[in-house]
């Protein structure tokens, strides 16, 4: 049988969707896709793409830190924008949380996405003794 940890978004307070928010096993985190959400309701937080993407990135961290992990662990990045036409403000905010040689690879993907939101990132990251 796999050893798997459940990590938790520390602020989450609604219930929605049948998955963990992370997902510990064998040094490897695998983080579910996160958006701007507010996590005591659930409801879509909307601005522009760079807010959104802002907010995205730290749920993510947040979840991470509830790992013991920060973003310096995350090695590969799944985003979706819901609008290709938002890519540039999406990938400079992006740029200003994950920089130099610390960037994960990544995937970008234009999604229809629930709640109206204009983004959603999941990751993947190593616990640094594994």
């Not at 520390?10 to 983080?31: I, M, N």
Request: hydrophobic share 35%; proline share 4%; with cysteine.
């Amino acid at each position: 049988m796999i050893n798997k940890k459940e990590i938790t978004h520390p602020e989450k307070e609604f219930t929605y969707g049948l998955f963990s928010a992370g997902v510990l096993v064998d040094g490897w985190l695998y983080l579910s896709g996160q958006g701007p959400l507010d996590m005591k309701t659930g409801v879509g937080k909307h601005g522009t793409i760079e807010e959104e993407t802002a907010l995205t990135l730290r749920n993510l961290e947040l979840i991470l830190k509830n790992a013991g992990l920060d973003r310096e662990h995350v090695v590969r990045c799944t985003c979706y924008p819901s609008d290709m036409a938002d890519f540039e403000g999406f990938n400079r905010t992006y740029g200003k949380f994950f920089t130099g040689v610390r960037r994960p690879a990544r995937t970008t993907v234009q999604a229809g996405l629930m709640k109206g939101i204009k983004v959603e990132i999941d990751a993947i990251a190593r616990a640094p003794s594994a």
